[in-house]
């Protein structure tokens, strides 16, 4: 039999090689660590990672078949140290794979890229308008060039034919997956994170950058609606005098840093008659963010539009009900373990509020079920395989012509 021929790929590390990653930063970092994972044993897979300045430290470390390539200028990186790198080397390198949207205009190698989400082409007016201009021209150029796409949900992979007419057979589907270990504070941690931020049970979490496509100020009006009923079921009980379950007023947290075009946002916030139940903690650690997961009674993310959907899942992992939007791929993440309204109706999301607010028992066991069915669906490893498949079926069908 005769020895496979030993393929090397070279992997743009750029948008993994960052200390506070979110994001696409998370999914470029996952993917190149599971890659590193799964590829120890093959030695006729062989990779470069391609970086502007050297690793950080929980990058993989290098070893036989896993190398890291530091070469600048850092400024136009992408444009023009990484073309001219590939060109020098093009002997040496099978193609490129880009865990994110950007590849060299000039690309002498060819290449795989990725697309996380198409909101800038259904929203554009909720980006910046350098980065819409970036994502746009760069990322069709990207798109329309490359070998293979990878897509980060079915939702994204629809998107991708849509917009930039490929083949169904050209886009893989490589979901991400829960990050991390289940990190959380300990008592004495919470407790003083807890009082920080004057965080009390019981609490509606949202975990993300607040700017106006995670549609957070119709999050805030729901929420009112939802306080609305709360008060109103309590009045309902004082006067019937019936001993029912006494139900307290909710706090709404919003964990994540302040992004772009958000001043419509920090108005809302300001004006609303809840204001100071709405709790702004800025950008959160692991162990903080597990801990909010943990305790809070449902996680929402009701966005206008969602590649995917990291803390959805993140939540089923925490065993906390997320509320989801019924749109784009946000249902793809959380199956039958989630709760969804439509992203434009403050009323119907408010419903579903109160209904995870009010679960029972029972009701609580159903969805802790369910949650751990639908995780069986994302892994890291899993999605790393496909990619990896895809990388050398292309790169062996190259070396034949």
């Not at 470390?61 to 990186?77: D, H, M, N, S, V």
């Not at 070998?147 to 917009?163: L, P, R």
């Not at 108005?267 to 650690?285: A, H, L, M, N, Q």
């Not at 906390?320 to 019924?326: A, C, Q, R």
Request: net charge positive.
């Amino acid at each position: 039999m005769n020895k496979p021929k030993t393929i090397h790929i070279a992997l743009d590390g750029n948008e993994a090689n960052i200390t506070d990653r979110v994001g696409s930063n998370v999914y470029a970092f996952e993917i190149l660590s599971a890659l590193e994972k799964i590829t120890r044993n093959k030695p006729d897979v062989q990779f470069s990672v391609l970086l502007r300045s050297e690793p950080i430290t929980d990058l993989p470390t290098a070893r036989a078949g896993w190398e890291y390539q530091i070469f600048g200028p850092a400024k136009l990186w992408t444009q023009w140290a990484l073309p001219l790198h590939l060109f020098m080397h093009r002997q040496k390198y099978d193609l490129l794979f880009s865990p994110g949207h950007y590849t060299p205009q000039l690309c002498p190698v060819p290449y795989v890229s990725s697309v996380m989400d198409t909101a800038y082409l259904e929203y554009p007016q909720y980006f910046q308008q350098k980065d819409l201009l970036q994502l746009t021209k760069w990322t069709e150029r990207a798109v329309k060039h490359a070998a293979k796409v990878v897509a980060i949900s079915e939702q994204t992979k629809k998107s991708v034919i849509k917009h930039y007419h490929r083949s169904p057979n050209d886009v893989v589907v490589a979901y991400p997956a829960f990050t991390g270990q289940n990190l959380a504070l300990n008592y004495q941690e919470t407790k003083a994170f807890f009082k920080r931020h004057t965080i009390s049970e019981p609490y509606l979490l949202f975990v993300g950058t607040l700017q106006p496509r995670k549609n957070i100020v119709t999050l805030i009006e729901a929420f009112e609606i939802f306080s609305r009923m709360v008060a109103g079921r309590a009045l309902k009980s004082r006067r019937s005098k019936r001993k029912t379950t006494r139900l307290k007023p909710a706090k709404l947290v919003l964990a994540g840093k302040v992004g772009w075009l958000a001043d419509d946002i920090l108005e809302r916030i300001e004006s609303s008659p809840v204001k100071k139940r709405i709790i702004r903690t800025g950008f959160i650690s692991q162990a903080e963010k597990g801990t909010l997961y943990k305790n809070a009674f449902a996680s929402i993310l009701v966005g206008l539009y969602e590649g995917f959907g990291i803390p959805p899942l993140e939540s089923l992992t925490w065993q906390t009900p997320p509320i989801v939007s019924n749109t784009s791929s946000l249902p793809e993440v959380v199956g039958k373990a989630g709760l969804t309204a439509h992203p434009l109706n403050p009323q119907q999301i408010a419903e579903q509020i109160w209904q995870a607010y009010t679960m029972n028992n029972s009701q609580k066991a159903s969805f802790r079920r369910k949650a751990r069915e639908q995780l069986k669906k994302f892994s890291w490893e899993k999605s790393a395989a496909t990619i990896l498949d895809t990388l050398e079926d292309l790169a062996r069908h190259q070396s034949q012509h």
